[in-house]
């Protein structure tokens, strides 16, 4: 199983951006999605996730403008980001873990997100 995102580009500060990561086939049950970010010079560090019963979490940063969303039939998880700001600049990267025997994890490659002030 693969996982592609796809969506970044390049926005002006306050402008919105939708993320969008497919599975090339079906994802284990019980298993988690989400989005990381890495800015540059910077760790990768959590955006947000969903668990396959729906229950998001968010970073702190993002709480109140992104907006996390799967849909488990179609194997794909979106990511909607309002209000961004040039913080938010980083390559997104979306994550599928499952953390129960038998383990799972996958990553994708990576969509770069250019917020300009």
């Not at 702190?60 to 969303?69: A, K, M, N, P, Q």
């Amino acid at each position: 199983v693969q996982l592609v995102e796809s969506g970044g580009g390049f926005v002006q500060a306050g402008g919105s951006l939708r993320l969008s990561c497919a599975a090339s086939g079906s994802l284990p049950g019980a298993t988690t999605m989400g989005w990381y970010r890495q800015a540059p010079g910077k760790q990768r560090e959590f955006v947000a996730s969903v668990t396959s019963g729906g229950i998001t979490d968010y970073s702190d940063s993002v709480e109140g403008r992104f907006t996390i969303s799967r849909d488990n039939r179609k194997n794909t998880l979106v990511l909607q980001m309002n209000g961004l700001t040039p913080e938010d600049t980083a390559v997104y990267y979306c994550r599928a873990r499952r953390a129960h025997t038998p383990t799972f994890e996958r990553w994708g490659q990576g969509t770069q997100v250019t917020v300009s002030s």
